[in-house]
């Protein structure tokens, strides 16, 4: 059965606060990517991997960076947390570029920043 | 950018009838896509509809594509509580396998 793991359901940091969101797939999946998802705003796409130590910026990057060492782990990074991070930020991953590229989602993290 | 847009915003309906979601899109796609989301939780892929295919069933669930159109139907049949959730289209761009996602359809199923 394919996984997605998100290191924590939920969360609480204080602004200013460095925060580390880890992502796991058990999938051998080269794509991993990184939402947030807001209410009235649907999903937005942060950043994505094709490749281990590679990545692209996505829709909103600004505030965030992401690393992947591994091919099964992608993190989030937010240098330096603010309260608009607030949000519940998904992880996905998928198979390969090209036209079949269904998405396996995480279970998400609820991130709150006071 | 946003692509997909859903319609209706939410939708209540009684157990056993039929549910139908609509999504509008702007450009040129490879495929279109469903998910549904539970509550509070992750994303789960439904169906996927290439750019060259105008209906495909699973189950329950019929999507349609009108390319001339840009717009994709979601029916669902027979319709039970367990399927109140939110779902949502997914486009791909034509050189990249990034998903843009629609703000989502909240479906509501009453026993």
């Known amino acids: 059965d394919v996984k997605v793991t998100q290191s924590s359901r939920y969360l609480v940091k204080r602004t200013g606060e460095k925060v580390f969101l880890e992502c796991v797939q058990d999938?051998?999946?080269?794509?991993m990517f990184w939402y947030r998802q807001d209410p009235g705003l649907g999903l937005r796409l942060i950043y994505f991997?094709?490749?281990?130590?590679?990545?692209e910026k996505g829709d909103i990057p600004e505030g965030y960076s992401v690393s992947r060492e591994k091919k099964e782990r992608f993190s989030l990074i937010l240098e330096s947390a603010s309260t608009n991070q607030t949000s519940m930020y998904l992880c996905?991953?998928?198979?390969?570029?090209?036209?079949?590229?269904?998405?396996?989602f995480g279970p998400g993290t609820r991130l709150t920043v006071l | 950018s946003q692509q997909g847009e859903e319609d209706p915003q939410a939708l209540s309906i009684q157990e056993g009838e039929n549910a139908t979601m609509n999504c509008s899109y702007k450009?040129?796609?490879?495929?279109l896509q469903w998910y549904r989301q539970n509550s509070g939780r992750g994303l789960v892929h439904l169906i996927l509809?290439?750019?060259?295919?105008r209906e495909k069933h699973s189950g329950r669930l019929r999507v349609t594509l009108d390319t001339s159109k840009k717009s994709s139907s979601l029916l669902i049949t027979a319709s039970r509580a367990a399927d109140t959730a939110s779902y949502f289209c997914?486009?791909?761009?034509?050189?990249?396998?990034?998903?843009?996602f629609g703000k989502g359809t909240m479906l509501l199923v009453s026993p």
């Open positions: 999938m051998d999946h080269e794509n």
């Open positions: 991997s094709y490749d281990v130590k590679m990545k």
């Open positions: 450009t040129s796609i490879n495929n």
């Open positions: 509809i290439r750019s060259n295919e």
């Open positions: 996905a991953s998928s198979h390969k570029k090209g036209l079949n590229n269904e998405q396996f």
């Open positions: 997914a486009t791909d761009r034509w050189f990249y396998s990034t998903l843009t």
